[in-house]
């Protein structure tokens, strides 16, 4: 059974800085690809970041290219979003996701910047 589970959200300044983690079980991490996307309050879920499964390629999303790096580790089973230069706008629950012909999802981590 696949299972995915974030972590590292918070409260942050504006300006600041988060990673957040998502480390997945039940699966041969390395043959997927990983995402990452964010809804914030009455707004659809928004795509940020995926990565293959070996890591040497990734996309970005517009809003946060410049700011956020997605990143995997294969051997912790572990998929990263270093978030620099965060802003207000920025809020919102991040969710990692694999990619397969049944798409998994995790729990939800709240990243909250004050301005």
């Known amino acids: 059974q696949v299972q995915l589970v974030e972590s590292g959200g918070g409260l942050v300044q504006a300006g600041g800085s988060l990673r957040l983690s998502c480390r997945a079980s039940?699966?041969?991490?390395?043959?997927?690809?990983m995402g990452w996307f964010r809804q914030a309050p009455g707004k659809e879920r928004e795509f940020l970041a995926h990565i293959t499964g070996s890591g040497g390629n990734t996309n970005y999303a517009d809003s946060v290219k410049g700011r956020f790096t997605i990143s995997r580790d294969n051997a912790k089973n572990t998929v990263y979003l270093q978030m620099n230069s965060l802003k207000p706008e920025d809020t919102a629950v991040y969710y990692c996701?694999?990619?397969?012909?049944?798409?998994?999802w995790g729990q939800g981590t709240q990243v909250t910047v004050s301005s």
């Open positions: 996701r694999l990619y397969s012909t049944s798409s998994h």
């Open positions: 039940g699966v041969t991490f390395s043959s997927y690809v």
